[in-house]
């Protein structure tokens, strides 16, 4: 079953019936909110809130273990994560949707593997394509009849946060080949991975980052840029449940 993982400023699937809710919690803690399921026509879907609903919990205190370890509990077998990002690249403004192909982790002290602990043996995962790619096309399909303002190839920067990043910080994310930057990508993919999950990953500009525009970053900017483009997120949300 397809799985939506919402980021800031998507806390419910509204409009979507609700048929059940799951408020377990797993071996490594409780999910972030209760996994909600929902019916689209004839199609099931799970949705869960990031960051909690309401929104609280801040990208670095997410605890992304119980969240991937729960939707699997589920019956989650693919997972579309929506994020707010900020635009490296001069291209990609606010709203501008990006489909990353490839990601870096700059993040430090997160709970990042499920293998660990009382291990029989030491595992390492494949992860040089870090996002699935039939998941990835599927939403490129979805995302062409909805804007013209997208693009299908991207390096995602995750970053630790909450703080944004300093125009240094930005420069050399750019000087890494990195397009966009948000703060909850990881270990969230690399989780999915471990779980044998498809993941991949619907980005929603929200600001230029830091120094790619003169302006400094406001809350208000990045609400009026949530409020603009969540609503074609919405909409290949409801396509990708149908397809
Ligand atoms: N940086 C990191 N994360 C973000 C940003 C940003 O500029 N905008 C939204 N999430």
């Known amino acids: 079953m397809l799985a939506i993982i919402g980021g800031t400023g998507l806390t419910e699937l509204d409009g979507l019936k609700v048929e059940k809710e799951f408020a377990d919690g797993t071996q490594w803690g409780s999910p972030s909110a209760p996994i909600v399921q929902v019916r689209l026509a004839q199609r099931e879907a799970?949705?869960?809130?990031?960051?909690?609903?309401p929104h609280r919990i801040p990208p670095h205190q997410v605890n992304y273990r119980a969240n991937l370890a729960a939707l699997q509990k589920c019956g989650a077998s693919k997972i579309v994560a929506v994020n707010a990002v900020g635009g490296v690249n001069p291209d990609m403004g606010a709203t501008h949707i990006?489909?990353?192909d490839q990601l870096i982790d700059y993040t430090h002290g997160r709970a990042c593997t499920f293998f660990e602990g009382d291990l029989k043996e030491v595992t390492h995962i494949d992860f040089t394509y870090p996002y699935s790619e039939p998941l990835r096309r599927q939403l490129i399909e979805e995302i062409a009849k909805v804007t013209d303002d997208f693009s299908q190839l991207g390096t995602y920067a995750c970053t630790q946060g909450p703080r944004l990043e300093t125009a240094a910080e930005v420069k050399k994310l750019a000087r890494d080949g990195c397009d966009i930057v948000g703060m909850t990508g990881m270990p969230e993919a690399a989780l999915a991975r471990e779980l044998g999950i498809e993941y991949a990953c619907l980005?929603?500009?929200v600001n230029p980052a830091a120094g790619v525009s003169t302006n400094i970053i406001t809350?208000?900017?990045i609400e009026k840029a949530v409020e603009e483009g969540m609503g074609r997120i919405r909409q290949v949300i409801g396509a990708m449940i149908l397809k």
């Open 203 to 205: 980005a929603l500009v």
């Open 46 to 53: 799970l949705f869960l809130a990031r960051h909690g609903n």
């Open 219 to 221: 809350m208000a900017e």
């Open 98 to 100: 990006n489909i990353p």
